[in-house]
Nanobody, 125 residues
Framework: QLQLVVSGGGSVQPGGSLRLSCAGFGASLDSFAIGWIRQAPGKDSEGVACISKNDDSSNYADSVKGRFTISRDNGKNTVYLQMNSLKSEDTAKYYC??????????????????WGPGTQVTVSS
């Protein structure tokens, strides 16, 4: 059974960078489309990035486009989210999720029962 382990969250000042990692154990992540979903207190969840399982094409929410990059390292069975130029509004708990789907104009979605453990990202001066 696939287990996801997420790491890399923390606190950073505005303008800083963090890289989140989502490692898979028990099965290959390259069999799945993967998404990064974030949720801030009192707000709806937002799919910020997703990567397909077939051609590794990636898609992003408008709020992070140009600042965040999702990528895979199949040798390490890990999916990354590189986050640059962080803003206070990026503060949220970030989840790695399986079976993510991108809807043009609407963003990335993944069923909540496919979300792995979250990691907190706090952007504050």
């Amino acid at each position: 059974q696939l287990q996801l382990v997420v790491s890399g969250g923390g606190s950073v000042q505005p303008g800083g960078s963090l890289r989140l990692s989502c490692a898979g154990f028990g099965a290959s992540l390259d069999s799945f489309a993967i998404g990064w979903i974030r949720q801030a207190p009192g707000k709806d969840s937002e799919g910020v990035a997703c990567i397909s399982k077939n051609d590794d094409s990636s898609n992003y929410a408008d709020s992070v486009k140009g600042r965040f990059t999702i990528s895979r390292d199949n040798g390490k069975n890990t999916v990354y989210l590189q986050m640059n130029s962080l803003k206070s509004e990026d503060t949220a708990k970030y989840y790695c999720a399986l079976n993510a789907v991108y809807y043009p104009g609407d963003g990335c979605y993944a069923p909540t029962d496919s979300w792995g453990p979250g990691t907190q990202v706090t952007v504050s001066s």
